[in-house]
């Protein structure tokens, strides 16, 4: 008899509280970096030799936080840039702006000089500036941006990681992205057109760079192309790991119900009721995190993904996915 209840407080108590422990750690697992596949998963029988001789791209990224979480958000895409350079060197030339050198004026900069942008801060939106984007010194609104003039930059591709960089209350507001594409090279421009969970942010920021830079050895996919495949994995690792805590929570209420009388005591009781709670919070944090993925907006017109190649021998262009 007590094999059995030694058995049956496995099944019942740890493997359930084993899922609650590693559910969202599976969801970072199956939303990684380039989306689920290493560079070295494509097209491995190329010769990449010719590569040396090109120059590294230069991407920026810019945080006016120097520690706290939208500093490791921004750290989470530098971590996606390292990863591929580490792996094959050289291939990107990574700015980064914190704290108070994140300002307005190094914004410019970079748009003039770096081909992809990641802004990481906190946004805010009024009917009188539209989206309002904190910065260094000052705010990133469209009224500023009105004033410049920054067509002839080498920026491609603006990623706002700020709450509602692109409207408010779900409802979408792309003046500032506008503005953006209007006054700037850029062609792209991503943003969230509500309040942003900061988890599924960084998951977001994580995927879409991984599929525009370095889902494959000579480059990545098209900024829709990106964006599309970026909310496709997300969905299906929320619903995985959704499913993952409802077994979790079943089995635990199971266990619950058959221990109830049973005299093991409260401190078992506790550990079951403590793992239900878990499982809660962890399902309020996924339906946040869902709303992130619904309110993640992208504009413009798709810019294809760095490459390394023109085509011929040796390699090819990025594949864009259909829009």
């Known amino acids: ?40 998963d494509y097209m491995s029988g190329r010769a990449f030799s010719t590569l040396a001789a090109r120059p590294a791209r230069p991407v920026s990224l810019l945080t006016p936080y120097s520690s706290g979480d939208i500093y490791d958000e921004m750290l989470s895409v530098k971590d ?24 307005l004026s190094k914004m410019k900069n970079y748009i003039s000089t770096t081909e992809r942008m990641h802004l990481a801060s906190h946004g805010s939106w009024s009917s009188s500036t539209g989206p309002k984007i904190t910065m260094s010194g000052g705010y990133l609104t469209r009224n500023v941006v009105a ?15 700020a709450c509602n960089s692109m409207g408010h ?13 209007e006054r700037t090279s850029a062609a ?32 990545g996919l098209s900024t829709w192309g990106s964006y599309a495949k970026a909310q496709d994995r997300m969905n299906e690792a929320i619903s995985e790991v959704a499913l993952l805590l409802s077994i979790s929570v079943s089995v635990a209420i199971g266990a619950l119900l058959l ?8 401190v078992f009781l506790g550990a079951l009721l403590s793992g239900i709670i878990s499982s ?18 992208i504009v413009g017109v ?17 594949i864009d996915l259909p829009e």
């Not at 004033?147 to 990681?161: F, P």
């Not at 991503?190 to 370095?214: E, M, P």
């Not at 221990?259 to 409260?266: Q, R, V």
């Open 1 to 40: 008899m007590q094999g059995g209840k030694t058995k049956l407080i496995t099944v019942y108590v740890l493997l359930p509280l084993l899922i609650l422990a590693f559910s969202l750690g599976a969801l970072e697992m199956l939303v990684s970096a380039n989306g689920g596949n290493t560079p070295a």
């Open 80 to 103: 996606v840039f390292d990863e591929y350079n580490e792996k094959y060197p050289n291939r990107l030339s990574v700015h980064v702006a914190k704290g108070s050198s994140a300002t």
């Open 147 to 161: 004033s410049w003039s920054l067509t002839g930059g080498q920026c491609r591709v603006i990623y706002l990681s």
């Open 169 to 181: 209350n779900g409802i979408l507001d792309t003046t500032l992205a506008d503005r953006l594409i």
């Open 188 to 219: 792209s421009v991503v943003g969230f057109k509500d309040v942003a969970n900061i988890v599924g942010a960084t998951l977001l920021s994580q995927c879409f760079w991984g599929y525009h830079v370095a889902c494959y050895r000579t480059g």
């Open 259 to 266: 221990y109830a009388g049973s005299g093991i005591g409260w």
């Open 280 to 297: 809660q919070a962890c399902e309020a944090l996924l339906a946040e995190i869902q709303d992130t993925v619904n309110n993640w907006e």
């Open 302 to 318: 798709s810019v294809p993904g760095l490459s390394w190649y023109s085509g011929g021998s040796g390699g090819t262009d990025p």
